[in-house]
């Protein structure tokens, strides 16, 4: 059973940080590549960034600058490093992984980031 289990999330004033992450089990974790997504209030969801299986990243335009990527292959874990949090930063954040070859991808079931003052 795939399972992917984001935390970190929670209440931060605009200028703050927060660090989230995400365990996953029942993959083969190195060969996934993963990636954080956020949907705001009434919108769609939206890739915030990305690494592949390789280490290679990429990443939305509003997370460039303030958001890092990264992923740990031991602990079956990637992270989502986010500084300098704005309000519009507000969404719930999901966790993927995609596979190609296999043509598998997983979502976790998300983490609240509520950037106000």
């Known amino acids: 059973q795939v399972q992917l289990v984001e935390s970190g999330g929670g209440l931060v004033q605009p200028g703050g940080s927060l660090r989230l992450s995400c365990a996953a089990s029942?993959?083969?974790?190195?060969?996934?590549?993963m990636g954080w997504y956020r949907q705001a209030s009434g919108k769609e969801r939206e890739l915030v960034a990305r690494?592949?299986?390789?280490?290679?990243?990429n990443y939305a335009s509003s997370a460039k600058g303030r958001f890092t990527i990264s992923r740990d292959n031991d602990k079956n874990t990637v992270y989502l490093q986010m500084n300098s949090l704005k309000p519009e930063d507000t969404a719930v954040y999901y966790c993927?992984?995609?596979?190609?070859?296999?043509?598998?991808?997983?979502w976790g079931q998300g983490t609240q980031v509520t950037v106000s003052s």
């Open positions: 993927h992984a995609e596979n190609l070859v296999y043509a598998h991808d997983y």
């Open positions: 690494i592949t299986s390789g280490g290679i990243t």
């Open positions: 029942g993959i083969i974790f190195r060969i996934y590549d």
